[in-house]
């Protein structure tokens, strides 16, 4: 939680030049805050060039007074040069745990004296450099830096860059070395065009691996993890696996038995991969998190997988992503999305849903909103964005609130929410005492259901964060309202006491980076 002092020091900051970055630097040493606002610090050098001025940044970072733990220059146009400076900081600052680099012109020059930061620099558990100029040198380094660090559970990205061959395979050492907890090379090599299957040479003890978007099909992914017991969690998406090529992913969940999230996201799986698609949730009854979205699955790949819910008992999957995948086959046929919503009434595992772009309308809402209204639902957060949904849809998901307990985060982002279902919606935060988060972004709410919103959030006392930005009302008076509701000027009570809304409302582009951080923050919390 950032506290008034905190957002007036970032004030502060954002007001200062870049060519004051000294200035802010002393000023963090001088007053002692706490990370919270060095986070927002870091935000704010995130935002502006700093490439001229990074001398000065580096013998601030070196200073001991700089208890800074997150450095974060993404976007920020660095070079070999730069880089080279921050890796002093690296070894000077035992602080630093997390950097982020991605985006910046970093070539192999860089990478070599980044290498020898992470090497020296025990502290250092998180480093970024995606999207940069990497080569197969600059890998070679970071491997032989991995395999000579006295610590271990270091998170590497190199997603992005063209390390090749060569840099794939220098690899294959530092992986087993056990230091290496997570390594991302998403889009490095083109598996399409090799003779060999280069990441097969990964035999490791890795927890996490990332080979997105590297054109593999599923009979190379499954030599790949023969070799991977220890894998907590694999992303895969975007490659080449279809129909036959899942099925080669399924036979190797035998050898993963310690794989708990999996990401096969944007494969053409198509819907004749029912039968596989449905194994995963038998195979390994460890996962939690899956991750299906922009598979081409259809009605009868969700039945399927309605079916493999309801008969695995054991099952402990949390997240479940179903975005983009034509389950009510263009709004024709709704069977798929019912037997989904009739197998979460009797499943108690299954926590989040997200179920977006997949043109529920308001005939999908029926079987959502009876599930909401079900005891035995247990399901915390529900993603319906770009779903086609009507007024009446929404109204019906609106109703369905107020008989439910559990649910803490809802998202009709991008549908037809008007002022009659924003009014229902008031009503529903009236009577609901579970819901945290709920997002609108982007419907056809005007004044009288802003009001209808607003007047409810001064009876709420458990909504914490709310979405409007993107609707039919002007922001600027809506944020007046908002105001005289917070300085006791707004809607009084039977009693005569003047209500306080306590939840935090977005209303502006700009805010939006508060939603992400409030779910990335709750779904830690799930």
């Given at each position: 939680m950032i506290t008034s002092k905190m957002r007036a020091c970032a004030t502060w900051v954002q007001q200062r030049e870049c060519g004051h970055l000294d200035d802010v630097f002393a000023f963090i040493g001088t007053e002692n805050v706490k990370e919270d606002l060095l986070a927002l610090v870091s935000d704010y050098l995130e935002a502006k060039p700093v490439l001229p001025l990074m001398s000065t940044l580096v013998a601030n970072l070196c200073h001991s007074s700089v208890q800074l733990s997150h450095l974060r220059l993404c976007r920020q146009q660095l070079d070999d040069s730069a880089a080279s400076l921050l890796a002093k900081s690296l070894i000077d600052n035992t602080a630093i745990t997390h950097v982020d680099l991605a985006c910046n012109n970093i070539g192999d020059d860089g990478a070599v004296a980044l290498a020898n930061g992470i090497g020296t620099a025990s502290q250092l558990i998180y480093l970024d450099v995606a999207w940069n100029r990497v080569g197969p040198q600059g890998a070679v380094a970071f491997a032989q830096a991995v395999e000579s660090r006295t610590a271990d559970k270091l998170e590497l990205v190199l997603s992005g860059n063209n390390i090749g061959c060569s840099g794939v395979l220098a690899f294959r050492s530092a992986s087993k070395s056990g230091r290496l907890h997570a390594l991302k090379l998403g889009i490095t090599h083109d598996g399409s065009n090799s003779e060999e299957n280069i990441f097969e040479l990964l035999n490791s003890r890795l927890k996490v691996l990332s080979l997105a978007s590297n054109k593999l099909d599923g009979r190379e992914i499954n030599q790949v993890l023969r070799s991977m017991s220890s894998l907590v969690e694999l992303e895969l998406q975007n490659n080449l696996i279809g129909k036959a090529g899942l099925k080669?992913?399924?036979?190797?969940?035998?050898?993963?038995?310690?794989?708990?999230?999996?990401?096969?996201?944007?494969?053409?799986?198509?819907?004749?991969?029912?039968d596989a698609v449905a194994e995963i949730f038998t195979k390994n009854t460890q996962l939690r998190n899956l991750n299906l979205a922009g598979c081409c699955l259809g009605r009868k790949a969700c039945q399927g997988i309605a079916s493999a819910i309801m008969k695995n008992s054991q099952l402990r999957l949390s997240l479940l992503n179903l975005a983009s995948n034509n389950l009510c086959n263009h709004g024709l046929s709704y069977d798929g999305i019912i037997d989904l919503a009739a197998s979460l009434r009797s499943t108690s595992s299954i926590r989040q849903l997200i179920l977006e772009r997949n043109q529920i309308r308001t005939a999908g809402c029926w079987p959502l909103a009876s599930m909401l209204r079900s005891f035995s639902c247990t399901l915390l957060m529900l993603d319906l964005s770009s779903n086609e949904i009507s007024s009446t849809g929404a109204i019906t998901i609106a109703k369905a609130l107020q008989q439910n307990?559990?649910?803490?985060?809802?998202?009709?982002?991008?549908?037809?929410?008007?002022?009659?279902?924003?009014?229902?919606?008031?009503?529903a935060l009236e009577v609901n005492t579970s819901l945290l988060a709920l997002d609108l972004e982007n419907n056809d709410i005007d004044e009288t259901g802003f009001e209808a919103l607003s007047s409810a959030l001064c009876k709420n006392q458990t909504l914490r964060l709310m979405n409007l930005i993107m609707n039919?009302?002007?922001?600027?008076?809506?944020?007046?309202?908002?105001?005289?509701?917070?300085?006791?000027?707004?809607?009084?009570?039977?009693?005569?006491?003047?209500?306080?809304?306590?939840?935090?409302?977005?209303?502006?582009?700009?805010e939006r980076v508060n939603w992400s951080k409030f779910l990335r923050g709750l779904h830690v919390r799930v």
């Open positions: 080669h992913i399924v036979r190797v969940l035998d050898f993963l038995p310690s794989l708990e999230q999996l990401d096969l996201s944007h494969n053409d799986l198509g819907e004749e991969a029912i307990s559990i649910l803490l985060a809802l998202s009709l982002r991008s549908n037809m929410v008007d002022a009659s279902s924003a009014s229902a919606f008031g009503g039919e009302f002007d922001p600027d008076e809506a944020r007046q309202q908002l105001q005289k509701h917070r300085s006791g000027k707004g809607f009084c009570d039977q009693r005569g006491e003047y209500e306080e809304i306590h939840a935090e409302v977005l209303l502006n582009n700009c």
